[in-house]
Each structure stands twice: as C-alpha cells, then as structure tokens.
C-alpha cells in the first residue's frame, strides 16, 4: 500500500469542499488504507482525505497511546455537541511544526460510516472530540490557522512558503 503525499499550507487545494461519499466500495476501503498508512508514517492522530488531495468525505484517526485502535469516519456528521468549550494547543500535519491554542466544543457526538459501510454513533470528548472536529474542518476547506489572528496566520503562511522553497532547492 502506498503512502499519500499531504498537501501543506498555504495549498489552495487544502480549501477545497469535499463531497460526500456515494459508495463505500473497494476504491474507498484502499484509500482509507493508505490514508492509515501515511498518517501512522506521520505520527499523527489524524487526517482527511482532504490533505491528501482526495475531495471526498473520509476522515482517519487514532487518539490512542498505543497507536493500535485507528478509527475511520466517512460521511461524519456532528449530531451533538456539548456545551463546555475547551481551549488545546493544536497542531496539523499540513501545517507542520506549527502549534497554536483553538477554542472546541469538549464534547461531540458523530455519526458516520464505518469501512464497512455501516451506520454507527459516537460520544467523543477529549483529544478525540478535539480531532473530530479539526479533521471535519478539512473536509470544509478549513485549516486550524483560520482560527487564528491573521498576524499569526500570515507569520505561518510566509514560515511554511519558505521552508518549501527550501526544501525544493535541496532536493
Ligand atoms: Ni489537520
């Protein structure tokens, strides 16, 4: 199984509303396979297929300290969200090495569709109520620096754009 390539900021394409999914079939499955993959390689705890160019409705995480229990939410909807609002130092694979504090709902219920296309709900608090709803985000064209003053916002986007330009003259 391949590993994806994850878009950065300021990437237009990381803007880009995703459509629901239609099917959940083979095509599906080996995506959120890859998707597995390439956010295990990353040492995330999550990602959308947003971030790797995939404009549909798929989200994988794994909030777990033992990286063993990977949940995968297609078509996720939130159902409820809690009153009690918390405030986590956030960071993103498509924003890497930048980490900044971003208001959530502490609590969310989800509903969305398992790999194997089966309806289920979910009570999430914590870290993994927190990913939820950054990895939902994506799905909207959202990234967690929007959430930010637009001082900071443009600080992050002038960082990363040099650090590509690095990288690129290196390799
Ligand atoms: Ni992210």
Redesign the pocket.
Known sequence: MPQLTILHYPDPRLHRVAAPVAAVDERIRRLVADMLETMYAAEGV?L?AT?VDVHERVIVMDTSESRDRPLVLINPEIVRRGEELVVTEEG???VPAIYDKVTRHAQVTVRALNRDGDTFEMDAEGLTAVCVQ??MD?LVGK??VEYLSALKRDRIRTRLLKRAREAQKAA
């Open positions: 999550g959308a971030q993103c694979l498509s950054h990895e994506h990234v967690f």
